[in-house]
């Protein structure tokens, strides 16, 4: 699975960004899907997760009330708004994808990785 993230930029804080991931896969619906980030000199955190059916969303604590992940199936394509962004939010985000059975935040366990988008919230 090829994944494509964008829709990253400089924003001020308090501001908003939608992030995309594209995959180039007939099978993008059997997939978990998870955005992580990585701040410079940190290590790669889980932000949050959608099942295959969109039935339900894992959130990292620094992401409820403020991000929310949506699934389009049809169009192979998982989104990712961001509100309310704060200068701790700058981060490179990845979108990754994941054949397991449940929904797990260890990036090591995610199968397919899209290159990275740049998100910069200036304060």
């Known amino acids: 699975v090829q994944l494509q993230a964008s829709g990253g930029g400089l924003v001020q804080a308090g501001g908003s960004l939608r992030l995309s991931c594209a995959a180039a896969?007939?099978?993008?619906?059997?997939?978990?899907i998870a955005w992580f980030r990585q701040a410079p000199g940190k290590e790669r955190e889980f932000v949050e997760a959608?099942?295959?059916?969109?039935?339900?969303?894992y959130y990292a604590d620094s992401a409820k009330g403020r991000f929310t992940m949506s699934r389009d199936n049809a169009k192979n394509t998982v989104y990712l708004q961001m509100n309310n962004l704060k200068p701790e939010d700058t981060a490179v985000y990845y979108c990754?994808?994941?054949?397991?059975?449940?929904?797990?935040?260890?990036?090591?366990?995610?199968?397919?990785w899209g290159r990275g988008t740049l998100v910069t919230v200036s304060s």
């Open positions: 990754a994808a994941s054949s397991k059975a449940v929904v797990t935040t260890t990036p090591e366990m995610y199968d397919y």
């Open positions: 896969a007939r099978t993008f619906s059997y997939y978990i």
């Open positions: 959608i099942t295959r059916s969109s039935g339900t969303i």
